[in-house]
């Protein structure tokens, strides 16, 4: 029974995490302009060196809000790098399935006829 609440507990965690994050993308990440090895160091820094600073913190410190704050800086170094992109992928290809990118790209811009040209040869 123990090994079922403690697998409750990291599934709760990880639901936890996921929805700070998705928030945090929302309304602040998208609006920060850093680079992604910035984020991925930081997200190592905070793993490593909280351990050797303060061997004596909180349980709940050391259980919950440094390894959040590492996840939710990883998986923004992941949405940097491109890993969580989705992907426009389609099995078939009619026309309610192909995106607006790839209409934009259909598109050709021809030269307009100009017919006041032909009235000027002479005969």
Do not use: C, E, H
């Amino acid at each position: 029974m123990d090994i079922f609440i403690q697998i409750l507990y990291m599934f709760a965690f990880a639901i936890i995490v996921l929805v700070i994050y998705n928030v945090l993308k929302i309304y602040v990440l998208n609006k920060i302009k850093i680079g992604k090895w910035i984020v991925l160091g930081a997200a190592l820094l905070l793993f490593i060196i909280p351990m050797m600073l303060w061997p004596t913190m909180p349980l709940f410190v050391s259980r919950y809000v440094i390894p959040g704050i590492t996840v939710v800086l990883f998986l923004w170094f992941m949405d940097l790098s491109g890993f969580l992109k989705k992907r426009n992928v389609s099995n078939t290809n009619t026309s309610s399935s192909i995106s607006r990118k790839d209409k934009k790209d259909d598109i050709v811009i021809r030269p307009k006829a100009k017919p006041n040209r032909v009235k000027n040869i002479k005969k």
